[in-house]
C-alpha cells in the first residue's frame, strides 16, 4: 500500500474557509445587534458563532498539520488533530450551551426590556448567513468528522437564529419579554443532543472502535473466501481519521496456496466490498497458529 494517507476534510479547505468568514461576519453583527436590543436571544446566537469560529479555525488548524507528511515517530502524521479537534468543538459547546441556560433562567423572573425591531432585522441577516454557510457545507460533511461537525454546528445556529425571529415577533406583537429567554433555552437545548453525538463519534475513533458501517462478521467471512485461507484471527478494524479506515489481521493460509495470489485476493475484496484502502495481513501456516495459540495461552 502507498504511504500517502490522505485527509477528507483537506480537499474541502475552501469550503471551510469561506464558511469560517461568513461566521465571523454573522459573530460581528450578531454580538453588536445583542448589546444594542438588550436580546439574550441573540447573544446566545452570538456565542454559537464563537463557538463556530472556534472550532472551524480548529478544524483548518488540524487540516494543516494533517498534510504534514509521516515520519519515522509518527508513521501515521498529525491525521488524529482532527479527531482532537472535533472533542475539543464538542466540549466547547457544551459549555457554551450550559452558560446561556443560567443566563436564560435568571432572565425568565425578571425580563429587561428588549428593542425586538432590531433583534428581529439581526437575526434575519443570520439566517441568510447560516442558508449560505449549510449550503456550502452538506456535501462535504458526508465525507469528515470535522466537516460535520461544522455543518451541524452550523445548522445549530440556523435553527438558533430562526428561534430569535420567533421570539423578536412575538414580543413585538404580544409584548411578552420572557420569548426572549425561551428562545435562548431553545437555542442551548438545540446545540446538545448534535454535540453529544458528535463527542461520542470522536471518542469512539479515539478508542479506535470498529468504524460506522463496518460489519465485522461480513468481513471475516469476506476473508474466509479468499483463495488459500482456511481461517482468520485477531482481526481489527478502526479508524484514523475520518474517511480513512484501516484493518489488520492474521490469515491462515491452506498447505500449497499461492501466497501472493491470496493477498491479492484480500486487498481487492476489502477495497471493492468495504472501501477499505488501508489493510495489513499477516499470512501464516497452520503450525504457527498453534504456536500462536500457545503463546496466548
Known sequence: MPHSHGSAAAA????????LLLSVAVLAVEAVGAFASNSLALLADAGHMLTDVSGIGLALLAISFAGRKPTVDRTFGYLRLEILAAVANAVLLFLVATLILVAAWQRLSSPPEVRSELMLAVALVGLAANGVSLRLLHEAQRESLNMRGAYLEVMGDFAGSAAVIVAAVVITVTGWAQADAVASILIALLI?????????????????????????AHVRQHILEAPGVIDCHDLHAWTITSGMNVVSAHVTLAEG?????TLDALCVCLSDDF????STFQLETAGRQRLEERSHA
Open 12 to 19: 474541502n479547505r475552501n469550503r471551510l474557509i469561506a464558511v
Open 192 to 216: 446538545l443532543p448534535r454535540t453529544w453525538a458528535l463527542l461520542k463519534e470522536a471518542t469512539d475513533v479515539l478508542l479506535e472502535a470498529t468504524p460506522k458501517g463496518i460489519d465485522m
Open 257 to 261: 496456496a499461492d501466497p501472493a495470489v
Open 275 to 278: 472501501d477499505i484502502e488501508h
